[in-house]
């Protein structure tokens, strides 16, 4: 994802309505999200859907990770020479 530019990417509610298909467009081209305001505060944020798909893909990366770190602490992890054992057998079979 693109980093946001404060200049362009916050839009208030009033701006956005009045410009939809424009706002939908650009941060299709962008890949830029808007935040969209109301009442002078953050009230929504408009991605991309492939930017968004990414976004999903990563955190769910990190929470694997996660998972696989508190697994090691707790004892489960396994050696990398195991693995090698492991793998080694299912291949020869």
């Given at each position: 994802?693109?980093?946001?530019?404060?200049?362009?990417?916050?839009?208030?509610?009033?701006?956005?309505?009045?410009?939809?298909?424009?706002?939908?467009?650009?941060?299709?081209?962008?890949?830029?999200?808007?935040?969209?305001?109301?009442?002078?505060?953050?009230?929504?944020?408009l991605?991309?859907?492939?930017?968004?798909?990414?976004?999903?893909?990563?955190?769910?990366?990190?929470?694997?990770?996660?998972?696989?770190?508190?697994?090691?602490r707790?004892?489960?992890?396994?050696?990398h020479?195991?693995?090698?054992?492991?793998?080694?057998?299912?291949?020869?079979?």
């Open positions: 994802m693109n980093r946001i530019q404060l200049d362009k990417d916050i839009q208030p509610l009033s701006e956005f309505r009045s410009k939809t298909a424009y706002y939908f467009d650009r941060v299709k081209e962008t890949k830029r999200p808007l935040i969209i305001t109301q009442n002078g505060k953050s009230a929504a944020i991605l991309d859907v492939s930017e968004y798909e990414a976004m999903v893909e990563k955190i769910e990366v990190l929470e694997d990770i996660k998972i696989a770190n508190e697994q090691i707790s004892g489960l992890g396994i050696s020479d195991n693995v090698k054992k492991r793998f080694a057998k299912r291949v020869n079979k």
